[in-house]
């Protein structure tokens, strides 16, 4: 997990440390519920899971939904975009690099690729790196676009999965 200043890093810190405050006493009530009476713990026990499974599953919806709602606002303030066009499959594709905004440095990268025939966005990635470098694979096989130590690349004609993710927001 990166944390880009001291203040960050202390606001998870304390958010941990209330979030487990929280659930310890969460658990002690359902602890309390279950054996409260020698009679009826297994059907007590069901309906605490059955709550449990419900909390767990607006917990878990919720934090995902924010986290991309987050990354779809951060994508949104791309600028200063460039555009580069494929050259070894005869312009079939159209590359656009933008830098958006991101805590810390200026070398956060979104990647947008669209089809020359239609204009459709077909992928999109986001990614850190000091340069808006992209590599044309020779014989239009693949688009590399983060030469950096873990490289990352788009198969040419994009995947199914990159298309449907393309269409999201």
């Given at each position: 997990m990166d944390f880009y200043s001291f203040g960050m890093a202390q606001l998870f810190v304390m958010g941990m440390f209330y979030g487990l405050i929280a659930l310890s006493y969460v658990l002690f009530r359902t602890l309390r519920f279950i054996f409260s009476a020698k009679h009826g713990r297994a059907q007590r026990s069901l309906q605490m899971l059955k709550v449990?499974?419900?909390r767990i599953t607006v917990t878990t919806v919720?934090?995902?939904g924010l986290n991309y709602a987050c990354d779809v606002e951060r994508r949104s303030t791309a600028?200063?975009?460039r555009t580069e066009i494929s050259d070894a499959d005869g312009g079939l594709y159209t590359a656009e690099l933008c830098?958006?905004?991101?805590?810390g440095n200026d070398f956060n990268i979104r990647l947008r690729l669209y089809s020359n025939r239609d204009g459709n966005l077909l992928a999109e990635r986001t990614y850190t790196h000091p340069e808006r470098k992209l590599t044309w694979a020779i014989g239009g096989e693949r688009l590399v676009y983060n030469t950096a130590g873990n490289g990352g690349s788009i198969s040419l004609p994009p995947s199914w999965m990159d298309r449907m993710r393309a269409k999201l927001p």
């Open positions: 449990w499974l419900q919720t934090v995902l600028r200063s975009c830098f958006i905004d991101g805590p």
